[in-house]
């Protein structure tokens, strides 16, 4: 069973990286724009902001209230939109009560770190490091059946359409599909993306061997990271798995700051 450790891969690419961040004769500027409070959230910002740090990256990190008003974050959108010192810029997700849909429309596709724009100029960046994990594993995808539990705009749906992209059979379902367990028995790749702790164990692993990609991030009762998924008593009914934490976070980090650059490249 191989653990795909997005944590030492990310620190093995992240010396190129930060090379080219050098050679590129500008600093750049991330913005991370979060609104309210979110203890998973929390994570991946103070991630988001080391390793941009690391790289030699000016990142800044804007907080709102969660009662703001969705025409005042429109409107300090637009500003870093417009702002020519701003390299990219992140909404924190979730954030408060607004739709996904409705805030990843106001960034400038130009501007767009996460790829979730329509016409952004870069990929999705937790499907791009779990496309980089998979791919540093050499771990095929072409005709494997695959599922992937969340229909989520900024992680489900991404995975699923880079699954497909590289041939895979790719079926898509939420945590309430009655039929999760059998489909997930008969599939090669099993991706977990529904931020419900511990949800997944065993019970969804039938006899192939099949690749886990664990995508979630939780706080257990006992206050520890983790993931969507409890295998820990069949790893050796897995072929492959993502740890969390440490897996799949990790390398969407890294994707983040590899958008970041191919922005800054052409802006």
């Known amino acids: 069973m191989i653990i795909l450790d997005g944590k030492t891969l990310q620190k093995e690419l992240s010396l190129n990286q930060k090379e080219r961040f050098q050679r590129l004769g500008k600093k ?44 005042d974050l429109k409107s300090e959108i637009n500003k870093l939109n417009n702002d020519e010192g ?7 997700l979730p954030a408060g009560d607004f739709k996904a ?20 100029f870069v990929r999705p960046a937790t499907a791009r490091g779990v496309e980089e994990l998979l ?5 095929g995808i072409k005709s494997k059946k695959a599922i992937v539990v969340g229909k989520s705009l900024v992680v489900g749906k991404p995975i699923a359409e880079f699954l497909r992209n590289f041939g895979a059979n790719v079926k898509v379902f939420d945590r309430e599909s009655i039929n999760i367990k059998e489909e997930a028995k008969n599939s090669e790749i099993l991706v977990f993306a529904t931020g419900a702790v511990k949800f997944f164990n065993c019970d969804y692993i039938g006899d192939n061997l099949p690749v886990v990609i664990d995508v979630g991030i939780s706080k257990g009762e006992d206050g520890k990271v983790c993931g969507d998924t ?18 799949v976070g990790p390398m969407t980090v890294w994707a983040l700051f590899e958008n970041l650059y191919e922005l800054a490249v052409e802006s």
Not at 33 to 53: A, D, L, P
Not at 101 to 118: A, Q, T, Y
Request: charged fraction near 30%; hydrophobic fraction near 40%; glycine fraction near 8%.
């Open 230 to 247: 409890d295998f820990r008593l069949c790893l050796d009914k897995v072929s492959a798995m993502t740890p969390v934490p440490g897996g």
């Open 86 to 92: 701003v390299s990219g810029i992140i909404i924190q």
């Open 28 to 71: 750049c500027l991330l913005v991370i724009v979060s609104v309210g409070e979110n203890q998973e959230s929390e994570i991946y910002i103070r991630h988001k902001i080391k390793y941009g740090e690391d790289l030699g990256v000016l990142v800044k990190r804007l907080e709102f209230s969660e009662n703001i008003s969705f025409d």
């Open 101 to 120: 849909e409705k805030l990843i429309v106001l960034i400038d596709p130009k501007k767009d770190v996460d790829g979730f724009n329509k016409n952004c």
């Open 135 to 139: 791919s540093f594993y050499k771990i």
